[in-house]
């Protein structure tokens, strides 16, 4: 069965740095855009990054535009973010989900697997 697993999560200051991983099982991972996806307490799931099969296209939310990196490497059937300056406002549960066939939707009803979630905690 597919699996997505990530890590990397934690408890960081303002302006910090961490880097997500996600590590993907059960399917074959260059079929699949890759994204990044977040959720408050309270609040909707909401989209953070998005990049292509071949990591030839990405696309990122406003809020975290030059902030945050995503990237893949497709040997290590593996999807990071990298997420920089970080605030507490980001503060939330990461998820990643694969989206077949897709060159990058931003709409998590797009997306056909996702994981479990990591927790980033950003104190000010």
């Not at 990397?8 to 880097?19: C, E, F, P, T």
């Not at 290590?76 to 920089?84: H, W």
Request: aromatic residues 12%; glycine residues 10%.
């Amino acid at each position: 069965q597919v699996q997505l697993v990530e890590s990397g999560g934690g408890l960081v200051q303002a302006g910090d740095s961490l880097r997500l991983s996600c590590a993907a099982s059960g399917l074959t991972f260059t079929r699949y855009a890759m994204g990044w996806f977040r959720q408050a307490p309270g609040k909707e799931r909401d989209f953070v990054a998005v990049i292509s099969w071949d990591g030839g296209n990405t696309d990122y939310a406003d809020l975290v535009k030059g902030r945050f990196t995503i990237s893949r490497d497709n040997a290590k059937n593996t999807v990071y973010l990298q997420m920089n300056s970080l605030k507490p406002e980001d503060t939330a549960v990461y998820y990643c989900a694969a989206d077949l066939w897709s060159s990058g939707s931003t709409s998590p009803r797009e997306f056909d697997h996702w994981g479990q979630g990591t927790q980033v905690t950003v104190s000010s």
